[in-house]
T-cell receptor, first 114, second 114 residues
């Protein structure tokens, strides 16, 4: 059973607010990811990390930032939310580097920016 | 340009029948393929995978077939059950290269009718 948690599950905020989406995993995985997904569309990788103090941008440009100070924690921050940021944000982790390792996903945060 | 395509956004199948979900890819460097299943309000969960050295992998009711020359893979579910109703994502990676990120398709929504 995968143990990866995301909070909040749903968030509705006004334009210009700063928000942080939390993601934590208790599996000791080194690699963590953030994906953005719109309904009926593919998951787009926006950030990933190979371990503590490692952060990389994904294939989809994003105005968000991430940090990895602890192995188990990989928060995503939007300094000034806009309606274009409305989407579902999925956090995932995997044990090994490389594309063959299974990714374990959290339940997602559905963000709506008014 | 989508590197992983799932051209059927939705599929309806009668309970007990076979469900066939299709996936095409364009990048010949992809050598590892995965299927994830997603229920509403949950994150995707890993279902089954296949390496490019194989053309078939089976796990219970789920079988994935890979046709490398056609850059095509399919997921067969036999027999289909109502609990299989979910969105199925095809994903691919170039595990033997330094580009180890996983690319997801847009998903196919499967409805199994009792």
């Amino acid at each position: 059973e995968a143990d990866i948690y995301q909070t909040p599950r749903y968030l509705v905020i006004g334009t210009g607010k700063k928000i942080t989406l939390e993601c934590s995993q208790t599996m000791g995985h080194d690699k963590m990811y953030w994906y953005q997904q719109d309904p009926g569309m593919e998951l787009h990788l926006i950030h990933y990390s190979y371990g503590v103090n490692s952060t990389e941008k994904g294939d989809l440009s994003s105005e968000s930032t991430v940090s990895r100070i602890r192995t188990e924690h990989f928060p995503l921050t939007l300094e000034s939310a806009r309606p274009s940021h409305t989407s579902q944000y999925l956090c995932a982790s995997s044990r090994l580097a490389g594309g063959t390792d299974t990714q374990y996903f959290g339940p997602g945060t559905r963000l709506t920016v008014l | 340009d989508q590197q992983v395509k799932q051209n059927s956004p939705s599929l309806s199948v009668q309970e007990g029948r076979i469900s066939i979900l299709n996936c095409d890819y364009t990048n010949s460097m992809f050598d590892y393929f995965l299927w994830y299943k997603k229920y509403p309000a949950e994150g995707p969960t890993f279902l089954i995978s296949i390496s490019s050295i194989k053309d078939k992998n089976e796990d219970g009711r789920f079988t994935v077939f890979l046709n490398k020359s056609a850059k095509h893979l399919s997921l067969h579910i036999v027999p289909s059950q109502p609990g299989d109703s979910a969105v199925y994502f095809c994903a691919a990676s170039a595990a033997k290269t330094s580009y180890d990120k996983v690319i997801f398709g847009p998903g196919t929504s499967l409805s199994v009718i009792p």
